[in-house]
């Protein structure tokens, strides 16, 4: 129980989804702030373009403006939220707060996966402290469990679902049986993805969430243009049906390892065993397996986004800052960002296990050229099925890989392309080797 | 990256299982905390019983006593690792460890689920701090993220799989068909369950960490004797059939929620929906949801027990501790333990759907008194399933009721005990209200 209470004043920068729920969470937990804590948490400036929408959130008129250097500028602000997104202004806010000493919380993953060590330098010399628990999985814990629970470990992997809308989206093709577009038409509707839905189902966002935790889990620079991406477009219900067959998943997945031959980090639509605990992971949520050589494999799951999971992470990183700040305790300047220490390896080193469906000629002696093309980029096929989709012209064939190097593959997709037996390649898709992401892990006694 | 380092020395007392892990996690990365944290991290000196231990970890016969107060009194140690288990001499090594200023981190969960108030007081009044991550899930960081991120809300549940024994042992009695008794030798013999397996298959152990979880979640007072306990010694193969029959899964779990009668706190088999995140934690992991009413469902899952899983919590905890010393950073002292500010709920106020397996007479009639018995209490049958297992004597009958209360429901019990038409009532296992567990949650935007 606290003995003594202090003020702290924070600054909020957007009142959008995220911005309106850390208002509320913010309002709604006051007085158990103060009783538990001590911190008299007060949210002193708000700022957003719409003025109707502090009326709504219920923020006082002397504590709302339409200029974010306002809340920069207001001296008695610790520390400042920053939640509008983009680029710009976002990058000038989060220059102008550091210089004014404020500490910055931000949920902003887009930038900090690109540029976190231009910002975290400019945090690091001027004494404070940036936070994003917010920018890699909403809600879910897993940037404070890697900052601090998890620390004795040499990190191996983490892996996992890191965006909500294409799980969504997949979980519905796959519970429906229903094609992408129409799952990604209806989802747009009722709200679960964005009218231009590029940085969710192109990847972009999960990638930004790998660059910003797989710097932190391996103490080396990543950033989002070093993620290999590809999102699920591609991925049919045929696909999806295949997969279940063989008793697999597919999950857009989000996955960094450190190798011998660098840093592996990639986000695509992935096969899984479905018994494995990230199948079992549906609609919107998310959820991400820390695997650490001493922990083995741990694995944090729960809402990826939302106006109120994405604020209690935005605020318990504020109260954070705060209790550093109401104790008096010096919070230190933000550790210098990690440099690049090891390299990134091209996704042309992964070595995996690959499903390939080809639609082909529907016709006999077809199937010669086609697995001569394997053969001669050094592609051993496992299995080959056909499936019964023919329309009496074309039809489609399945084949899975044994474990094959990526530009092999290429290769062979390649060679495929030019076959006329070969109509088209209509998917590759990793089979994910989730053995792998415990190599390294220590032998219990 | 850290500019400088400082040497913190540490202190182990127990080298058994958790405390080579401890010993070994430290060797094998010192050098990786020093580079990373810029903490020389050392273990000054260790104790146990057996001189022969500390040869077989490599620890050298000048850091090695027979004499745990060798450890505590040596004034260059920071901070004492206390991993022998048990009341005493772990109690002394506290006091004695607090009282020289040293700062403690345990995996002892049997005593901090019951003395954290006496032992945090000390703490607090000696200015050092207690650790337990190890004491509530093995290397699942969940009181770090009880403590830290999740700090914005308010905690509505903490409901899990928080034994790793007893989840193996269900494990495979649903996946062989087996009975207890046979996969309890069997895990006897494979070093999953201990020879006295009495903390673990009764649910003292599980008790334990729902008490110090729900203590950290809900900011009052619950010790191990509040929990109301149950192990799983009488759920059986027919039991675990009928469950998956019936589209649940039997999982001995750990509960404690926030209600408005007070603090709902325990440990028994209970069944859940065969399709919900933690019928998916198999064998020996152990997996928690937390939730909070901004947050909404988290879950936390990994290694609940094991040496180097265990040893990851415990260095994490130095880790942190370590941190504070190396940077001059005042950690403060141990907060004052919360007080009791709710009462604790008793068992008997609980109200869920209940599956009842009773053993009858095989004669025409014998629903009648029975299905009376039920209605007597007030207690309202939704189904009733008679299995084919009679002997020609007696044979299994299933109920299932709709909510209700726990006190009726143990009268409908002893009315049906004292029949001449039931032979015993052979199972009670709850049907977990899951949904409950998210009452009072924000509805997003």
């Known amino acids: 129980m606290p003995s003594t209470t202090r003020t702290v004043n924070v600054g909020l920068i957007g009142l959008g989804t995220v911005g309106g729920g850390v208002a509320r969470v913010i309002a709604r937990h006051h007085d158990e702030y103060l009783s538990a804590y001590g911190i008299d948490l007060r949210l002193k400036m708000a700022s957003a373009l719409e003025p109707e929408r502090a009326a709504e959130l219920g923020i006082a008129p002397e504590a709302f403006t339409t200029d974010w250097h306002d809340v920069v500028a207001d001296p008695e602000i610790d520390i400042v939220i920053e939640l509008i997104g983009g680029d710009h202004p976002a990058t000038e806010i989060f220059e102008s707060a550091i210089a004014a000493g404020k500490h910055v919380v931000s949920a902003n993953k887009a930038l900090l996966g690109r540029r976190i060590d231009y910002l975290g330098s400019l945090a690091a010399q001027a004494g404070v402290q940036i936070r994003c628990e917010a920018a890699a999985g909403g809600g879910i814990p897993i940037v404070n469990a ?191 960002p990690f440099p690049r220490t090891a390299p990134i390896r091209s996704i042309e080193d992964l070595e995996t296990r690959y499903y390939i469906r080809l639609s082909v000629v529907d016709r006999v002696g077809t199937l010669a050229p086609v697995v001569a093309a394997f053969a001669d980029a050094g592609v051993s096929i496992s299995a080959i099925n056909q499936l019964r989709d023919g329309d009496g012209t074309t039809c489609s064939v399945v084949f899975l890989t044994h474990t094959a190097r990526e530009r092999d593959v290429q290769r062979v997709c390649s060679a495929l392309e030019a076959l006329d037996e070969v109509a088209s390649v209509a998917s590759v898709i990793r089979i994910e080797d989730v053995d792998a992401w415990s190599e390294g892990a220590e032998e219990n006694e």
Chains 1, 2 share one sequence.
């Open 146 to 336: 890697l900052e601090h629970a998890l620390v004795a470990n040499g990190m191996l992997t983490i892996a996992g679902i890191l965006n909500g809308t294409t799980n969504y989206i997949l979980s519905r093709m796959a519970s429906e049986g229903l094609d992408f577009d129409d799952v990604l038409a209806d989802a747009q509707r009722l709200g679960y993805a964005e009218a231009d839905p590029t940085a969710d189902v192109d990847g972009f966002d999960a990638a930004s969430k790998v660059a910003i935790l797989s710097s932190i889990a391996f103490h080396t620079r990543v950033t989002t243009d070093d993620v290999y991406m590809q999102g699920i477009r591609n991925v049919s219900a045929a696909d999806i049906e295949q997969a279940r067959e063989m008793g697999y998943c597919i999950k857009l997945l989000g996955i960094a390892r450190k190798t011998a031959e660098g840093i592996d980090a990639r986000v695509h639509p992935t096969m899984i065993p479905a018994d494995h605990m990230l199948a079992g992971v549906s609609g919107a949520m998310n959820a991400v397996f820390a695997v650490g050589d001493a922990v083995g494999e741990t694995m944090f799951y729960g809402a990826g986004a939302g106006s109120f999971p994405t604020a209690s992470a935005v605020v318990g990183d504020v109260l954070e800052l705060a209790n550093g700040i109401a104790s008096g305790i010096d919070l230190g300047p933000e550790p210098e």
